[in-house]
Nanobody, 119 residues
Framework: VQLQASGGGLVQAGDSLRLSCSGS????????IGWFRQAPGKEREWVSH????????DYADSVMGRFTISEDVAENTVYLQMNSLKPEDTAVYLC?????????????WGQGTQVTVSS
């Protein structure tokens, strides 16, 4: 497993969680890193990314102002801080790494972590 997402859990609306995307054989600093989520019965949705060249970040409108992507290079980990969680944020969250930026595709995907937000 080259990427591993962790940190999910069951929380109440308004709570916070911090997800981690850790690289095992990948050095994340050299890749563009994306966070995605997939809710039951829905297509996978892009949530946020950190670019590989200038480190620019971006967020989906649905999470703008509530989620923050950050990185600890020494820990080889990219984080997704999620505040003011809503029930509609419930999904399996996945991280992915892209060799090129902007990416035509993400080449490496980690196993997801479940986030469940109760109302």
């Amino acid at each position: 497993v080259q990427l591993q997402a962790s940190g999910g859990g069951l929380v109440q609306a308004g709570d916070s969680l911090r997800l981690s995307c850790s690289g095992s054989t990948l050095t994340l600093e050299g890749f563009g890193i994306g966070w995605f989520r997939q809710a039951p019965g829905k297509e996978r949705e892009w949530v946020s990314h950190r670019g590989s060249r200038d480190g620019t970040v971006d967020y989906a409108d649905s999470v703008m102002g509530r989620f923050t992507i950050s990185e600890d290079v020494a820990e080889n980990t990219v984080y997704l801080q999620m505040n003011s969680l809503k029930p509609e944020d419930t999904a399996v969250y996945l991280c992915a790494a892209a060799i090129d930026w902007p990416p035509l595709e993400y080449q490496y995907w980690g196993q997801g972590t479940q986030v469940t937000v109760s109302s």
